[in-house]
């Protein structure tokens, strides 16, 4: 047991003091003494100053034991009883202190408890006239979050930074099936409260999206929409239709703020194959028709050596070859628009063309660092396009330009022209041959080192529309021309009916609106702002460096202030040695339950993703943090996140205490321990132990983690190596 460092400093105060006095007192009676006598008694005690000082021990040890007596009862007991009270005032509810000590401090334990007892009572009495003032309210509640939890479309709502606040069960169900790992721990997916929506979006993607909803705001929309489709990591295609999230009183000087963004999404991979293999179909079928015209053709041919006269002869022959020609053409035409049509069914969006052009002008001048011009520019134009796509491959030609032939300034021009309307990049002094053309027009797009499958030949078909080179030799210019759709001046239709709908309780949380990616370091946010992972592991034995390996990993997280319970990780992993008997008896976890399990290669780098952009959390974290780290060679997974140790903290805040097990503290803070030497069920109580602890630390002066992890290397556990 650790001895606090004042008894021994007392035990060794008295001890000197002791030999002072004893040193004094000879000095005094050796000065009355004549030299003769001093001589003989000199000679007398020295053969006996051993018993003297085994005596002046003997006695030492015993005022030590009684001041270790003295110092538990009326020093350590008086302590412990604050951090109790400390306990108390932040627990939800009071539990028995059991408290050790004087019979006064005894009883000011039960006096403490009976206070807290009718805290609790009052709260229970506030919160019940509180829930019988709201529950109209709650009942309103309830309905929306039923309405959200059976929808048939999945509903996620993000802060700017991409950061996911509420979600429903079908987009929970969803976001599971894109993710690339699906088959491995089960309740693992893309989505989860204060993760990013980029793990499925391109940020490009949702940034274009977004500069599409302010505009249209700035122009007075009241609540606009726009939608997109993409394809997920796993190759599913969706389609995405997104509204602002704006605040709740408008300011006339702030008209395109908005907090955030609501998605809608449609997985419409299966109805885009049904729909493509229909048109495939269609078009053998006209291929297999135009094949039956042919031999038709070739027979009637034939007739040419009847016995009908010359002239008749001819003319049947004209007349039949003349329908032929024209169902030809018909069937022709009808191949060419279904074949057209599977490259082309894509969602268009009604968008101001100045936007478009205004989109491009900035988008190649960041890209390119080239001047951008605009010309001859139709302030009234409205397009139907997919804008990102359009928007890609008008920077990818300019691009193109810029490196092989090092333009030097870029126009753009649009206006109507009949039914289409005709965008050009033109440029000055350079020409370009039909081949290298043809090749821009059929390579992929690439962008640096990022590339899409896409060609600029895919994009101008999604659109229906056309594109092509050519030259003004009388300007000496040149441009890419491209005829694209025109619609209507009039807004999308407004989604506010349906966006307009509640949340899914437990899947929601609207304080992260508050969160910005200019946020500072993690080691200067407050504790209570962070997100954590809280994790523990099942192992083969308790010796890491001797072979022991991991066989289970449970985590937890926390956002905001809240374990989000429905959000976990837990998952059996195969070692490649056997597990210890002894182990077994404590997490009861057999070689049979982990055969045919993942091994920890696979496991780790999904566990890596759940717990990204966190703060690690364990208890007795060196143990589980050890165990990792011996890992990282063979799985090439590093783990860079901050960690921080429950059994420190505890150390920290009640250094008074005799027990900083995970059972003893959940005691303390009147926790159900449930799943014990379970991984997950080791995390949970871990996580609600740290809730706890973060409003007592905060009460020491100790708010940001940089401070935590400060106070925790200090603490007498922080020793312990594996």
């Given at each position: 047991m650790k001895i606090d460092r004042r008894l021994i400093l007392a035990i060794g105060v008295i001890g000197l003091a002791t030999v002072v006095w004893l040193l004094l007192t000879i000095g005094l009676i050796a000065s009355t003494l004549a030299p003769e006598q001093r001589a003989l008694v000199a000679a007398q005690l020295a053969p006996r100053l051993v018993l003297i000082g085994m005596t002046w021990l003997f006695g030492l040890l015993l005022i030590g034991a009684t001041l270790r007596w003295l110092f538990r009862r009326y020093v350590s007991a008086p302590a412990r009883l604050l951090e109790q009270t400390k306990v108390l005032l932040a627990a939800p509810q009071a539990a028995p202190m059991n408290h050790q000590g004087t019979t006064e401090t005894q009883a000011l334990s039960e006096a403490i408890f009976e206070l807290a007892t009718q805290r609790d009572a009052l709260r229970a009495d506030v919160a019940e006239q509180i829930a019988q003032a709201s529950f109209s309210v709650q009942q309103e509640k309830n309905r929306l979050a039923a309405l959200m939890a059976e929808l048939t479309q999945s509903v996620v709502v993000c802060n700017l930074d991409g950061r996911i606040l509420l979600y429903n069960n079908k987009a929970r169900l969803q976001f599971r099936q894109f993710s690339q790992a699906s088959g491995l721990a089960d309740s693992v997916g893309l989505i989860g409260i204060g993760r990013s929506i980029y793990a499925v979006f391109d940020r490009q993607l949702v940034a274009h999206a977004l500069e599409n909803i302010r505009r249209r705001l700035v122009r007075g929309a009241a609540s606009p929409s726009t939608q997109f489709v993409t394809t997920t990591p796993s190759g599913q295609l969706l389609r995405v239709q997104m509204a602002p999230v704006r605040p709740g009183e408008a300011d006339a000087r702030n008209v395109d703020a908005f907090s955030g963004f609501v998605l809608m999404l449609d997985d419409v991979t299966r109805n885009f194959e049904q729909e493509s293999l229909?048109?495939?179909?269609?078009?053998?079928?006209?291929?297999?028709?135009?094949?039956?015209?042919?031999?038709?053709?070739?027979?009637?041919?034939?007739?040419?050596?009847?016995?009908?006269?010359?002239?008749?002869?001819?003319?049947?022959?004209?007349?039949?070859?003349?329908?032929?020609?024209?169902?030809?053409?018909?069937?022709?035409?009808?191949?060419?628009?279904?074949?057209?049509?599977?490259?082309?069914?894509?969602?268009?969006?009604?968008?101001?063309?100045?936007?478009?052009?205004?989109?491009?002008?900035?988008?190649?001048?960041?890209?390119?660092?080239?001047?951008?011009?605009?010309?001859?520019?139709?302030?009234?134009?409205?397009?139907?396009?997919?804008?990102?796509?359009?928007?890609?491959?008008?920077?990818?030609?300019?691009?193109?330009?810029?490196?092989?032939?090092?333009?030097?300034?870029?126009?753009?021009?649009?206006?109507?022209?009949?039914?289409?309307?005709?965008?050009?990049?033109?440029?000055?002094?350079?020409?370009?041959?039909?081949?290298?053309?043809?090749?821009?027009?059929?390579?992929?797009?690439?962008?640096?080192?990022?590339?899409?499958?896409?060609?600029?030949?895919?994009?101008?078909?999604?659109?229906?529309?056309?594109?092509?080179?050519?030259?003004?030799?009388?300007?000496?210019?040149?441009?890419?021309?491209?005829?694209?759709?025109?619609?209507?001046?009039?807004?999308?239709?407004?989604?506010?009916?349906?966006?307009?709908?509640?949340?899914?309780?437990?899947?929601?949380?609207?304080?992260?609106?508050?969160?910005?990616?200019?946020?500072?370091?993690?080691?200067?946010?407050?504790?209570?702002?962070?997100?954590?992972?809280?994790?523990?592991?099942?192992?083969?034995?308790?010796?890491?460096?001797?072979?022991?390996?991991?066989?289970?990993?449970?985590?937890?997280?926390?956002?905001?202030?809240?374990?989000?319970?429905?959000?976990?990780?837990?998952?059996?992993?195969?070692?490649?040695?056997?597990?210890?008997?002894?182990?077994?008896?404590?997490?009861?976890?057999?070689?049979?339950?982990?055969?045919?399990?993942?091994?920890?290669?696979?496991?780790?780098p999904s566990f890596h993703a759940f717990a990204q952009d966190t703060v690690l959390v364990a208890h007795n974290a060196a143990f589980d943090m050890k165990f990792l780290q011996l890992q990282e060679a063979r799985s090439g997974v590093v783990f860079h996140q901050p960690v921080l140790d429950t059994l420190l903290l505890s150390a920290v805040l009640h250094p008074n205490q005799e027990s900083h097990r995970l059972e003893a503290i959940a005691e303390r803070f009147n926790l159900t321990v449930l799943g014990r030497h379970t991984a997950l069920g080791d995390a949970m109580v871990t996580a609600q132990v740290l809730l706890r602890l973060i409003p007592l630390l905060g009460g020491m002066g100790i708010y940001t983690l940089r401070q935590a992890r400060e106070a925790t290397q200090k603490t007498y556990y922080a020793r312990l190596k594996y």
């Open positions: 229909r048109d495939q179909l269609l078009h053998g079928l006209t291929e297999g028709s135009r094949s039956s015209l042919a031999n038709m053709q070739a027979a009637l041919e034939m007739l040419a050596y009847s016995d009908l006269e010359p002239a008749m002869h001819d003319r049947f022959m004209g007349v039949l070859r003349e329908e032929l020609v024209a169902m030809s053409a018909r069937v022709t035409d009808l191949v060419k628009h279904s074949t057209q049509g599977i490259k082309t069914r894509w969602p268009l969006e009604e968008m101001l063309g100045a936007d478009l052009v205004t989109a491009a002008q900035r988008q190649i001048e960041n890209y390119c660092q080239r001047p951008v011009t605009l010309d001859s520019l139709d302030q009234g134009l409205w397009l139907k396009v997919e804008s990102f796509t359009l928007l890609q491959a008008l920077t990818y030609l300019a691009s193109r330009l810029v490196d092989e032939f090092e333009v030097k300034f870029l126009q753009l021009r649009l206006q109507a022209v009949g039914e289409r309307a005709q965008l050009d990049l033109v440029w000055t002094g350079h020409a370009m041959s039909t081949e290298t053309v043809m090749t821009w027009e059929m390579d992929a797009m690439r962008f640096g080192a990022e590339s899409t499958p896409l060609t600029v030949r895919d994009v101008v078909q999604r659109h229906g529309g056309e594109m092509w080179f050519e030259r003004e030799r009388i300007r000496h210019e040149a441009f890419f021309r491209f005829l694209l759709p025109l619609a209507s001046a009039q807004e999308q239709l407004e989604a506010t009916q349906i966006l307009h709908s509640g949340s899914r309780p437990e899947f929601y949380d609207f304080d992260l609106f508050q969160m910005t990616a200019q946020d500072s370091a993690l080691d200067d946010r407050l504790l209570s702002a962070l997100s954590y992972t809280v994790f523990d592991t099942e192992t083969t034995g308790l010796n890491p460096s001797e072979g022991d390996e991991i066989i289970q990993i449970g985590a937890a997280r926390i956002v905001n202030g809240r374990l989000l319970r429905q959000e976990y990780f837990e998952q059996l992993v195969a070692p490649t040695c056997l597990i210890k008997s002894a182990s077994i008896l404590i997490h009861g976890i057999t070689q049979d339950m982990v055969r045919g399990k993942p091994p920890i290669e696979a496991v780790l």
